[in-house]
T-cell receptor
Framework: GQNIDQPTEMTATEGAIVQINCTYQ??????LFWYQQHAGEAPTFLSY??LDGLEEKGRFSSFLSRSKGYSYLLLKELQMKDSASYLC??????????WGAGTKLIIKP | GAVVSQHPSRVICKSGTSVKIECRSL??????MFWYRQFPKKSLMLMAT?????????EQGVEKDKFLINHASLTLSTLTVTSAHPEDSSFYIC????????????FGNGTRLTVT
């Protein structure tokens, strides 16, 4: 079967750095997305990785290792507005999105 | 950047009535759009894949006669919840992807449906 694993909940302090991990086992791989979702709102696109390595975009970075079936989202200089759920999603061989259950990130002052 | 517009954002209807939700790609053409449903504290669940000019592909367990999908043009897909019941109350989200193999999905703002 296909499976995406990410922690259910994480807590971090404002101004700090947090890393959200995602491991996957899917039938084929055509890229991995990270989305941010605030409560009651639709997800917004954060990053897309299809090749191994680190993609940096401002305070957010995303890393992929295809051989390990592993990705992480790194958030720096945390702000209170970063409190949200972070969804990891993999595009399988049929170009279907396989979603993780999301990681709820709580930022404390 | 690519924008997806979804309307209405909120709707309250009575049991037995039908509700139509529109999803438009504003600045790109989308031969394929996706409809998702989100239950409280759960992740997005793909309901169906909407294909322009042909029938939608429904995921297992989704009633095609209840959730009617029409993808009449390259920029518009509609989801109609027919004979709505309180258990249909949920957050419905559409998404579309510009052409290009590695283009990310872009989401509408979602529709919160409440059936009384």
């Amino acid at each position: 079967g296909q499976n995406i694993d990410q922690p259910t909940e994480m807590t971090a302090t404002e101004g700090a750095i947090v890393q959200i991990n995602c491991t996957y086992q899917t039938s084929g791989f055509n890229g991995l997305f990270w989305y941010q979702q605030h409560a009651g709102e639709a997800p917004t696109f954060l990053s897309y990785n299809v090749l191994d390595g680190l993609e940096e975009k401002g305070r957010f970075s995303s890393f992929l290792s295809r051989s390990k079936g592993y990705s992480y989202l790194l958030l720096k200089e945390l702000q209170m507005k970063d409190s949200a759920s972070y969804l990891c999603a993999v595009v399988d061989s049929n170009y279907q999105l396989i979603w993780g259950a999301g990681t709820k990130l709580i930022i404390k002052p | 950047g690519a924008v997806v517009s979804q309307h209405p954002s909120r709707v309250i209807c009575k049991s037995g009535t039908s509700v139509k939700i529109e999803c438009r790609s504003l600045d790109f053409q989308a031969t394929t759009m996706f409809w998702y449903r989100q239950f409280p504290k759960k992740s997005l669940m793909l309901m169906a894949t909407s294909n322009e000019g042909s029938k939608a592909t429904y995921e297992q367990g989704v009633e095609k006669d209840k959730f009617l999908i029409n993808h009449a043009s390259l920029t518009l897909s509609t989801l109609t919840v027919t004979s709505a019941h309180p258990e249909d109350s949920s957050f419905y989200i559409c998404s579309a992807r510009p052409t290009g193999e590695y283009s990310p999905l872009h989401f509408g703002n979602g529709t919160r449906l409440t059936v009384t």
